[in-house]
């Protein structure tokens, strides 16, 4: 058997063995290292960069993608070394240059051509520089009929070639449609843009058979409806280094950029998990900010602990597990300052804006009450919405609405918040002076405060005041219920009460 030294003695047997690798390996190791297909193209446009290239061009066709680099291409034996499975050069120069270009290397591990496993059944690749132009085709079909890796012949072919400069073109063939039948070049280009280290030396451009070229340029975050951002600048984390960023405050929730991503090397490691570093449900005042924020830093000094696909960390790591301790404590005194700033805007708005939003609201709900007289109709239209018993006389109530919107339409309901004490009652009718004092301490109010967006704790107000200008002038309960009734049968009446608040 080739590779093996049998030794015989008298009182024993000794077999040396090579360990033997199975070329089901390359299978296992895509599927599990490379969940999400896409991360394909994270790895050959990362590739490309190292490469110093300048310009990436990636083709979907619809049966075969191409990726094309002005890099600095590969010698024959450079082609041969790329096939090397966890195995390369690059942490041998972690800084290179080529040209004009001088670049930090990503990658480090020499495992990323594994994942085109998952995309196509073959892939040819093609490299030149220096006037040699060598290629290879790697059939995985072909490969998976040998047992073990070191059984299998890679053929690579090297000629003189007439191209200028330098470069590399990698052409995915036999498309598993499964994967690539729903990919755009518009869904491609969202992606990189966000997860590739782009600048003005490093630029990518995708297109497929229906749409012009698309050039990628920085995911534009300031474009988006930003409430606040913050710096993050330190010179010197523990065991990390410097870690430089932003902490952004959307308007509104926005779960594409909601979640904590990470540059490492410029390059995201855990785009497609942005939720599993912090869980910002756990922040300070989850419900003002959990779905808000967006965090981007760049720590390179993390590279240590990079999980060997690089979409991901270590866990058990010291110096991440301190890194992710550190930049909770960060994010949290930032949504401190926000909730600062919050409970100023909020209480400016529940003492002023909610209160006349509300007051406007009431003023649209009294035109909806109709004129009274000795309509008979009318009246027993009215008095059919009372669902008990008529005891009292439809005369008595009707009177009585009559004289609640007059109320209201001639001095508009005003609205006051005081804080009268835990103790007191929600709300208060003045009837004298037409306005409603609402308790801002009352437990009702402080729950509803506490736990619902502006509209919702002014539309609670609207229902307090409701209930108590009801109850308030009403002697039984069939009263009630027809006056409360009378006062919130708009059924637009919310509508009119969101443009009243926006108004304001």
Same mark, same amino acid.
């Given at each position: 058997?080739?590779?093996?030294?049998?030794?015989?003695?008298? =009182?024993?047997?000794?077999?040396?063995?090579?360990?033997?690798?199975?070329?089901?390996?390359?299978?296992?190791?895509?599927?599990?290292?490379?969940?999400?297909?896409?991360?394909?193209?994270? *790895?050959?446009?990362?590739?490309?960069?190292?490469?110093?290239?300048?310009?990436?061009?990636?083709?979907?066709?619809?049966?075969?993608?191409?990726? =094309?680099? #002005?890099?600095?291409?590969?010698?024959?034996?450079?082609?041969?070394?790329?096939?090397?499975?966890?195995?390369?050069?690059?942490? !041998?120069?972690?800084?290179?240059?080529?040209?004009?270009?001088?670049?930090?290397?990503?990658?480090?591990?020499?495992?990323?051509?594994?994942?085109?496993?998952?995309?196509?059944?073959?892939? !040819?690749?093609?490299?030149?520089?220096?006037?040699?132009?060598?290629?290879?085709?790697?059939?995985?079909?072909?490969?998976?009929?040998?047992?073990?890796?070191?059984?299998? %012949?890679? &053929?690579?072919?090297?000629?003189?070639?007439?191209?200028?400069?330098?470069? /590399?073109?990698?052409?995915?063939?036999?498309?598993?449609?499964?994967?690539?039948?729903?990919?755009?070049?518009?869904?491609?280009?969202?992606?990189?843009?966000?997860?590739?280290?782009?600048? !003005?030396?490093?630029?990518?451009?995708?297109?497929?058979?229906?749409?012009?070229?698309?050039?990628?340029?920085?995911?534009?975050?300031?474009?988006?409806?930003?409430?606040?951002?913050?710096?993050?600048?330190?010179?010197?984390?523990?065991?990390?280094?410097?870690?430089?960023?932003?902490?952004?405050?959307?308007?509104?929730?926005?779960?594409?950029?909601?979640?904590?991503?990470?540059?490492?090397?410029?390059?995201?490691?855990?785009?497609?998990?942005?939720?599993?570093?912090?869980?910002?449900?756990?922040?300070?005042?989850?419900?003002?900010?959990?779905?808000?924020?967006?965090? =981007?830093?760049?720590?390179?000094?993390?590279?240590?602990?990079?999980?060997?696909?690089?979409?991901?960390?270590?866990?058990?790591?010291?110096?991440?597990?301190?890194?992710?301790?550190?930049?909770?404590?960060?994010?949290?005194?930032?949504?401190?300052? *926000?909730?600062?700033?919050?409970?100023?805007?909020?209480?400016?708005?529940?003492?002023?804006?909610?209160?006349?939003?509300?007051? *406007?609201?009431?003023?649209?709900?009294?035109?909806?009450?109709?004129?009274?007289?000795?309509?008979?109709? /009318?009246?027993?239209?009215?008095?059919?919405?009372?669902?008990?018993?008529?005891?009292?006389?439809?005369?008595?109530?009707?009177?009585?609405?009559?004289?609640?919107?007059?109320?209201?339409?001639?001095?508009?309901?005003?609205?006051?918040?005081?804080?009268?004490?835990?103790? *007191?009652? &929600?709300?208060?009718? =003045?009837?004298? #002076?037409?306005?409603?004092?609402? #308790?801002? /301490?009352?437990?009702?109010?402080?729950?509803?405060?506490?736990?619902?967006?502006?509209?919702?704790?002014?539309?609670?107000?609207?229902?307090?005041?409701?209930?108590?200008?009801?109850?308030?002038?009403?002697?039984?309960? &069939?009263?009630?219920?027809?006056?409360?009734?009378?006062?919130?049968?708009?059924?637009?009446?919310?509508?009119?009460? %969101?443009?009243?608040?926006?108004?304001?």
């Amino acid at each position: 058997m080739p590779g093996t030294v049998i030794r015989i003695t008298k =009182d024993e047997n000794v077999r040396n063995e090579k360990v033997r690798v199975g070329t089901r390996l390359v299978q296992q190791l895509s599927t599990t290292f490379y969940p999400h297909p896409q991360i394909i193209f994270d *790895e050959l446009v990362s590739n490309a960069h190292d490469a110093l290239a300048s310009t990436v061009r990636i083709f979907l066709e619809k049966d075969s993608i191409i990726i =094309d680099d #002005n890099g600095e291409g590969m010698t024959p034996d450079g082609l041969v070394h790329f096939f090397y499975i966890s195995h390369t050069k690059k942490n !041998e120069e972690r800084v290179r240059s080529f040209k004009d270009v001088k670049r930090i290397i990503i990658g480090k591990f020499g495992i990323g051509k594994l994942s085109i496993y998952q995309i196509c059944r073959k892939f !040819e690749i093609s490299t030149w520089r220096d006037g040699i132009e060598s290629s290879a085709t790697f059939d995985f079909d072909k490969f998976e009929t040998e047992e073990f890796i070191e059984n299998f %012949d890679l &053929e690579v072919k090297s000629m003189q070639t007439k191209k200028l400069g330098s470069g /590399t073109r990698i052409v995915l063939l036999e498309l598993k449609t499964e994967v690539t039948g729903r990919l755009t070049a518009k869904i491609l280009a969202k992606r990189l843009s966000k997860t590739m280290p782009l600048d !003005e030396n490093f630029k990518v451009i995708v297109r497929d058979e229906k749409s012009p070229p698309i050039t990628l340029t920085k995911e534009d975050i300031v474009g988006k409806k930003i409430k606040a951002e913050y710096s993050i600048e330190e010179p010197s984390v523990d065991g990390i280094g410097r870690v430089h960023g932003t902490v952004m405050f959307f308007k509104k929730e926005d779960q594409n950029n909601q979640g904590v991503f990470i540059r490492v090397l410029g390059r995201i490691v855990n785009f497609d998990n942005p939720k599993g570093i912090i869980n910002l449900n756990n922040i300070s005042h989850p419900r003002m900010f959990a779905n808000k924020i967006r965090v =981007d830093v760049n720590a390179d000094g993390l590279d240590g602990a990079l999980l060997t696909n690089r979409a991901g960390f270590i866990e058990s790591d010291s110096s991440y597990q301190y890194f992710v301790e550190w930049l909770e404590k960060k994010i949290n005194s930032f949504g401190e300052l *926000e909730y600062k700033k919050w409970q100023a805007l909020k209480a400016d708005i529940e003492k002023l804006e909610i209160p006349n939003a509300v007051s *406007e609201a009431f003023d649209n709900s009294a035109s909806e009450i109709p004129e009274f007289g000795d309509d008979k109709t /009318t009246i027993k239209r009215l008095m059919a919405q009372q669902p008990l018993s008529k005891r009292e006389k439809p005369t008595s109530t009707q009177s009585k609405l009559a004289t609640l919107k007059s109320l209201i339409k001639k001095k508009k309901m005003k609205i006051e918040m005081r804080d009268l004490g835990i103790d *007191e009652r &929600e709300a208060f009718f =003045d009837k004298e #002076n037409g306005i409603l004092i609402v #308790n801002s /301490t009352n437990p009702s109010y402080v729950f509803a405060s506490a736990h619902a967006k502006l509209p919702g704790i002014a539309y609670h107000v609207f229902k307090a005041a409701m209930i108590t200008i009801a109850l308030e002038n009403s002697d039984t309960l &069939e009263e009630f219920e027809f006056l409360y009734n009378a006062l919130s049968r708009n059924f637009d009446l919310l509508d009119a009460f %969101d443009d009243a608040l926006k108004r304001k």
